[in-house]
Nanobody, 123 residues
């Protein structure tokens, strides 16, 4: 079972990036999927969560209105569209899957994790 995150990079403040996370090894269509991030010296935090149907989402306050999480169950892939990026968005971004299917932002509820993709926003 593997989650492969991609799409990170270096961007100027105000710019956009789109992260992708492709899952393999099992189907994730009934899982809750999420993006987390971890900045240097800080704890990993939940950024956005999407239900198995794609109909319910959660965003941490600092990204609401700028980031959009979506999923394509046919491709076993989850996305994070990040607009109006700020230097404080700089972090290693991880995708994760929670097999129970409930909306949750708790790290302990996520069983499968991607390797992380670096997002750096310059001022």
């Amino acid at each position: 079972v593997q989650l492969q995150a991609s799409g990170g990079g270096l961007v100027q403040a105000g710019g956009s990036l789109r992260l992708s996370c492709a899952a393999s090894g099992r189907t994730f269509v009934r899982d809750t999927l999420a993006w987390f991030r971890q900045a240097p010296g800080k704890e990993r935090e939940s950024v956005a969560v999407i239900s198995w149907s794609g109909g319910t989402g959660y965003y941490t306050d600092s990204v609401r209105g700028r980031f959009t999480i979506s999923r394509d169950n046919a491709k076993n892939t989850v996305y994070l569209q990040m607009n109006s990026l700020k230097p404080e968005d700089t972090a290693l971004y991880y995708c994760a899957a929670a097999p129970k299917g409930t909306i949750t932002s708790r790290l302990v509820d996520y069983e499968y994790w991607g390797q992380g993709t670096q997002v750096t926003v310059s001022s």
